[in-house]
């Protein structure tokens, strides 16, 4: 953990030094318009941060931050890699937090401005979540609505692969009443999400000449029964949550055509719908033994459904199949998930979602403080 300094953070965003006086306590007056969210949502969308880059994105919104006369902390995730912590004056223990990630899925595709259309990479998952939650702090910080302890605001790296950001955020020794953290959401409260696991299945077989298949044996050969046998198996589900799913999202086997495969793997995500991760390990397991192959099955943690609080007037509500950074932080709070845009979009070459949608975040955020505040 570090306190970074305001003056190499200016020097670092090419910012003028006048833009802060030394010592001052009280924040700038941020611009509530329309011009100043999209600016900040384009910048963060301008700096690639592809899971494992976020460190030129970070920097620059550290140095953001500091400008808007927060104080600010990095904790180093790994080389190159930190988490951001930024609050209000000099205590960093505060009743609530506002979070979401700063790394995005590859591959990087840039900013484009399509009439009142925003594209490019994490314009949705998740700068558009980002941008709009520290708008809204800042208005609410200029309003006087809050101060001092209130909240602060925790941008993680990693969520993208695995959540390791979020996992040593746990180590920042603090704890907070209520969480908002931020994903696409279509302006809803979600009210749960699926859990999830990956499972990794491997075979071993013996190289040798095509043309004498009997002299080898073909890890692909062996890896595809298993495969169809997943794909048969009856996965636990709930009213709730529906499914659970499992995606074959990764084949790799073989180095040429006329080879006999000597090792073939298979990556899987399931999307728990209902029970543990477990449950599906032991099914997964059983299907496979019973195809008599010898193949190695590697099973990752993971977690259940996760349920979410959704007790704030005025919010449509909607249940997400996403994996969200929530399971990954520890503690005793309330959390609520929220934000712009759309998931399916998300992930894809055609990411964008609206100015309004941005606006309309904003205004979001700011109930779900003050609600949290009261």
């Known amino acids: 953990m570090k306190l970074l300094t305001l003056s190499s953070l200016l ?11 030394a010592g001052a306590q009280h ?14 949502h384009k910048s963060l969308i301008e700096h690639e941060s592809i899971t494992g880059n976020e460190g030129n994105v970070g920097q620059w919104l550290v140095a953001y931050l500091k400008a808007q006369n927060f104080t600010v902390e990095t904790q180093e995730v790994s080389e190159g890699r930190e988490n951001i912590l930024a609050y209000i004056g000099q205590q960093r223990k505060t009743r609530i937090a506002v979070s979401s990630h700063i790394d995005t899925v590859p591959p990087f595709w840039p900013y484009e401005r399509r009439g009142d259309e925003i594209w490019g990479r994490g314009s949705v998952d998740a700068k558009g979540s980002v941008a709009t939650q520290i708008k809204a702090v800042e208005e609410l910080r200029a309003k006087g609505t809050i101060a001092e302890g209130d909240i602060s605001l925790l941008y993680v790296v990693g969520e993208e692969t695995g959540g390791d950001g979020m996992r040593k955020a746990n180590d920042l020794g603090l704890s907070w009443e209520t969480i908002i953290f931020g994903e696409p959401t279509e302006l809803k409260l979600a009210s749960g999400h699926k859990g999830n696991t990956a499972i990794t299945i491997r075979a071993k077989g013996k190289a040798g000449h095509s043309g004498y298949p009997e002299l080898g044996r073909n890890a692909n050969s062996m890896l595809i029964p298993a495969l169809y046998a997943l794909g048969k198996l009856e996965l636990p589900w709930s009213e709730k949550y529906g499914n659970t799913t499992m995606n074959i999202g990764r084949i790799e086997g073989g180095v040429a055509a006329n080879v006999i495969a000597e090792d073939a793997m298979a990556s899987i995500a399931v999307r728990l719908a209902a029970g543990t991760p477990d449950v599906v390990h032991k099914l997964v397991r059983e299907a496979v033994e019973k195809t008599g192959e010898n193949l190695e099955v590697e099973c990752s943690p993971g977690y ?13 509500t909607i249940i997400v199949n996403y994996g969200t950074d929530i399971p990954n932080l520890k503690g005793d709070h309330k959390r609520y998930l929220y934000g712009p845009g759309d998931i ?11 100015i309004s949608d941005l606006e309309t975040a904003v205004k979001g955020y700011k109930t779900l403080i003050t609600h949290a505040l009261k």
């Not at 399916?344 to 609206?354: Q, R």
């Open 304 to 316: 259940g459904p996760v349920p979410i609080d959704t007790d704030v007037p005025g919010f449509d």
């Open 27 to 40: 924040p700038l007056a941020p611009s509530t318009s329309t011009e100043s969210l999209v600016s900040l």
């Open 344 to 354: 399916l979009v998300a992930h894809s070459d055609h990411e964008h979602l609206s």
């Open 11 to 21: 020097v670092l965003a090419n910012w003028p030094s006048t833009v802060l006086s």
